[in-house]
């Protein structure tokens, strides 16, 4: 059994004991405000979800929830702040794809992602999309790969940054197709979707919500979308595992808090953000955004993020990725 896992299923036993004290601060919960820390700026997509989530449980729970964005170092600041805070439910941490793959990415960090921050309640899971210029004449994945195969080392893969989500689902997809793509880093999906354009690179995977404007307008042409099921959002555009079996990659959103919160304070909170959640007027907005909601437990939010943490390292490893 993997180290995380092993480290995540003795620490889900732990938090399930319990303990009577707890529960009484938890049925006081929340008694004054609450802070969710977003390591982005303002803008971002990760604070803009966070935003919608904070609003939603400041009217329903009678304590304003305030984002408070601490940006840098890609959300590892934000989380040190968080693992240091006191365990009372006051101070949560804004989390997602990012964390998962910083814990193989940074190797001095002061904290351990699943050992010091507990899992409280998922957010939102968001989709990729596999993106070629309509100058190329290439209409599915089938016929991309058949075309990259024939011009090893020729064809150019945009990345919006070495260890970013878009990145690594191109990483992945290089190595399942057995495809040898030059990456070419950008800061950022903007300046790479300029290059793809104007036909500088030739593909790229970005997050749905990036490339869709593009999409939409016919500047882009999406070949498959990285979910194992077809997206709402581009409903006819195939999955990549349809042409390339045993292909998946998609990102998530969600909240934690420092390990040692009371456990009845997690499912309390775990409560809410699934109402939230449910609520036909919120996930509408979220899919406003090209991101559906992301319900779950908090053991199986954990479960979920030790299986993603452990799957981007392989692919992190297998790619060499290593930071500057």
Known sequence: MPIHRRRFLHLAGATTLPVLPRIARAQAYPSRQVRLI??????SAIDISSRLVAQWLSEHL??????????GASANLATEAVVRAAP???TLLAIGTFSAVNATLYRNLSF??????????GIARTAGVMIVSPTLSIESVAEFIAYAKARPGKINLASTGPGSAPGLYGELFKSLAGLDLTTVN??????????????????????VSSAMALIRAGKLRPLGVTTTTRFTMLPDVPTIA??????????WQGIGAPRNTAAAIVEALN??????L???????????????PFPGSPAEIGRFIVDYTEKWAKVIRAAGIKLE
Not at 38 to 43: E, S
Not at 282 to 290: E, I, P, Q, S, V
């Open 88 to 90: 009372d439910g006051y």
């Open 271 to 276: 409560t809410s953000v699934n109402a939230a």
């Open 62 to 71: 009678g304590q304003p929830f305030v984002v408070e964005n601490r940006p």
């Open 38 to 43: 977003v390591g982005f700026a303002a803008g």
């Open 242 to 251: 349809e042409s390339l079996p045993g292909y998946e990659a998609s990102g």
């Open 186 to 207: 950008y800061r950022g999906s903007a300046p790479a979707l300029t290059d793809l354009m104007a036909g500088e690179v030739h593909v790229m995977f970005d997050v």
């Open 278 to 292: 449910a609520d036909p007027k919120f996930a509408a907005r979220l899919g406003d955004l090209g991101i559906a």
């Open 112 to 121: 351990d992602f699943i050992r010091d921050i507990a899992p409280v309640a």
